[in-house]
């Protein structure tokens, strides 16, 4: 055989495959199968992850005043939404390019939830318009309080803040224009076991001071003082109003009442003389300070009391959250009267 031909028959025998041994065939057949039974990969299901709002944590960032501080975790044991108060600072809402002074609260209130009713504390958001901070002040009131105490917020840890939207949070706070800001509380709770209980206390009992001056004081409006007196065997909790109510007809209604012992009428009476000479001072000396206030404030100012708004926010409705529609209440203060809207 020529040279040639011998390298066409050897070419020949190499291009044709070996023969499989049936075991071998067996198992490219197996693997042929399980290739087969796998999904391509354009079937692969994809996972999606739903984006977070750019204002989507605002409501947790303010710090819920006058919350005690063991139930601060269940505030948070719902997904509460509250997109009614992102969507007030989009374009056509309430706050849309206003500058915004927020801070949190709670409402423990009995709702249903599942087929189960039970005591939850609801977060509330109240939002006001204000080209400056509306207080610097934290009024500390209660029930076991004669008077209400009004002091520095800094004194409670707590200041009005900047609070970044998650679009801009790796941005520097400082070349920022904020136009949001929030009442921040810097007070750690692992550090409460070294507090009094007093100071604890004062915690669960405050909220914003705001004061209005040309909206007159309901104080000084009002004639009615409340009355707590250290009674045994346990204290007397009324009202008393100094243009309607006669002490001695008052006091001998309380007798009657066995709400008070026959032994300490007298002591009850001068008690609330006492009460309504404070009660008619401290309206006389509120008078005197707001009428400094205004001869001593800039017209700029005036107009930006005057154009101040209060809005209050409640978490809208959803399947996981309990229904809140029948506990709704208007945001009062003392000073500026009811908010001016609900949402």
């Known amino acids: 055989m020529r040279k040639g031909a011998k390298r066409k028959a050897s070419q020949k025998q190499e291009a044709k495959p070996a023969e499989e041994s049936p075991q071998e065939s067996k198992k490219a057949t197996s693997r042929a199968k399980r290739v087969k039974a796998s999904k391509?990969?354009?079937?692969?299901?994809?996972?999606?992850?739903?984006?977070?709002?750019?204002?989507?944590?605002?409501?947790k960032k303010a710090f819920p005043v006058g919350t005690e501080w063991d139930?601060?975790?269940?505030v948070y044991q719902f997904k509460w939404n509250f997109s009614n108060l992102e969507d007030a600072f989009e374009e056509g809402g309430k706050l849309h390019g206003k500058k915004v002074y927020i801070f949190g609260s709670t409402e423990p209130q009995l709702v249903s939830f599942k087929g189960e009713s039970k005591v939850i504390c609801i977060p509330v958001i109240v939002a006001i318009v204000s080209p400056f901070p509306p207080s610097d002040k934290i009024g500390i009131n209660?029930?076991?309080?004669?008077?209400?105490?009004?002091?520095?917020?800094?004194?409670?840890?707590?200041?009005?803040?900047?609070?970044?939207?998650?679009?801009?949070?790796?941005?520097?706070v400082?070349?920022?224009?904020s136009q949001i800001f929030i009442l921040s509380c810097t007070q750690r709770r692992a550090a409460l076991k070294h507090l009094k209980i007093d100071r604890i206390k004062k915690y669960e009992y405050c909220l914003p001071y705001f004061y209005h001056p040309f909206?007159?004081?309901?104080?000084?409006?009002?004639?009615?003082?409340?009355?707590?007196?250290?009674?045994?065997p346990k204290p007397v909790f009324c009202e008393f109003d100094w243009e309607l109510d006669n002490t001695e007809e008052f006091t001998d209604n309380l007798i009657q009442e066995e709400e008070l012992s026959?032994?300490?009428?007298?002591?009850?009476?001068?008690?609330?003389?006492?009460?309504?000479?404070?009660?008619?001072?401290?309206?006389?000396?509120?008078?005197?300070?707001r009428k400094k206030v205004l001869e001593e404030m800039s017209e700029e100012k005036k107009v930006a009391f005057q154009s101040m708004r209060f809005y209050k926010f409640y978490p809208v409705q959803t399947p996981d959250t309990p229904d809140i529609s029948n506990v709704k209440a208007?945001?009062?203060?003392?000073?500026?009267?009811?908010?001016?809207?609900?949402?």
Not at 41 to 47: F, G, H, V
Not at 71 to 74: E, I, P, V
Not at 174 to 177: A, C, E, I, N, S
Request: hydrophobic residues 30%; without cysteine; glycine residues 2%.
């Open 142 to 172: 209660s029930v076991q309080r004669e008077a209400e105490e009004i002091i520095p917020m800094k004194q409670m840890k707590m200041d009005w803040v900047p609070y970044i939207p998650l679009e801009n949070r790796g941005s520097q």
């Open 40 to 59: 391509p990969e354009t079937e692969t299901e994809t996972e999606y992850f739903e984006d977070s709002r750019n204002l989507e944590d605002l409501w």
């Open 174 to 177: 400082d070349k920022l224009h």
């Open 330 to 343: 208007p945001f009062i203060n003392r000073y500026y009267g009811k908010a001016h809207e609900i949402l």
């Open 215 to 232: 909206k007159q004081d309901e104080l000084e409006q009002s004639t009615e003082v409340q009355i707590i007196y250290p009674a045994e």
């Open 71 to 74: 139930q601060l975790d269940s």
């Open 262 to 289: 026959e032994d300490q009428k007298d002591a009850f009476m001068e008690f609330v003389r006492e009460k309504v000479r404070e009660a008619k001072k401290a309206n006389r000396e509120a008078r005197e300070a």
